[in-house]
């Protein structure tokens, strides 16, 4: 492993488990905004529209903050307000100082992937936190990192013995079946160990939550080096040495963070996962 990330984790990690798990929510959610959702944003927006446009590089950062800051509250008709008002804006932008019209479509519909990515996703983050706050006290949130982070150790151990059958060679060319199977494994086991440890969740609810963030957690770690490679870029930003961009450490986690929040706080309310819970 490279020197650079072994250095890289020691020093921050117990740092980053501090501010996710103990430090006041108001540290996270600047950290969250002015890193998550404004330094990915800019990442993000690197990737939609390349180096050289610089105006919409920002302009999709900022949307990426907002629509942060609106999905945060975890009220739905706030974020879908907020979302509705990037989307008004994103396309008035992109009509009125943009010259050729025949581009209009394609820029509003990056400034919203923007906005969306990480921006809305980031917002989970934030909303989990808030949900922990107020109803539970638990470490929700240091729970789902602790899913994901589990199914990225399980992947790269069980990869690196194991590996043999590529799983997406033309996205991710190291990644093999061997691998996310021992990433799902993990994930599932320490689902079980949090649903049967912890206040929140059931056996049968943790089991099932490490079943469908051992699903969705490569997926999003994917998508994201879909993007890069299509970008034709190694990595999303240089932020950290040896780790990348700040897309590059979240990816995964923010992509998990809406389903992580809506299935704490619908489970038991939401007739589905009622269902889910009874099959399980």
């Known amino acids: 492993m490279d020197k650079k990330k072994i250095i890289a ?3 921050l990690l117990p740092i980053f488990i501090w501010l996710i798990g103990w430090a006041p929510i108001w540290l996270l959610k600047v950290i969250v905004l002015v890193l998550g959702a404004g330094l990915g944003g800019w990442e993000s927006a690197r990737l939609a529209f390349g180096e050289n446009e610089q105006k919409y590089r920002r302009v999709g950062a900022l949307f990426s903050v907002f629509l942060c800051y609106f999905v ?6 706030v974020a879908l307000a907020g979302l ?6 994103a396309f008035t932008v992109s009509t009125v100082f943009l010259p050729d019209l025949s581009l209009t479509l394609a820029r509003a519909a990056k400034l919203m992937f923007v906005a969306i990515y990480p921006g809305l996703l980031c917002g989970y983050l934030l909303a989990t936190k808030e949900y922990e706050v107020c109803e539970h006290g638990s470490k929700l949130l240091l729970m789902l990192f602790a899913l994901v982070w589990i199914n990225d150790a399980g992947a790269y151990f069980a990869g690196k013995s194991l590996g043999k059958r590529k799983f997406a060679p033309v996205i991710s060319p190291n990644k093999t079946w061997e691998g996310a199977i021992g990433g799902f494994l993990a994930t599932v086991i320490l689902g079980m160990f949090i649903g049967g440890y912890s206040s929140i969740f059931t056996f049968r609810q943790g089991l099932f939550l490490g079943v469908l963030l051992g699903v969705i957690a490569p997926i999003g770690d994917l998508l994201e080096s879909a993007i890069k490679r299509g970008a034709g870029v190694k990595d999303s930003g240089t932020l950290l040495p040896g780790h990348g961009g700040v897309l590059d450490r979240i990816d995964s986690v ?20 009622r269902m889910l819970n009874d099959v399980w």
């Open 254 to 273: 923010i992509f998990c963070a809406p389903v992580f929040y809506f299935y704490v706080f619908h489970m038991q309310h939401a007739p589905i996962l």
């Open 84 to 89: 509705a008002f990037v989307f008004m804006v």
């Open 72 to 77: 945060a509250s975890g009220n739905g008709a």
């Open 9 to 11: 984790a020691v020093v």
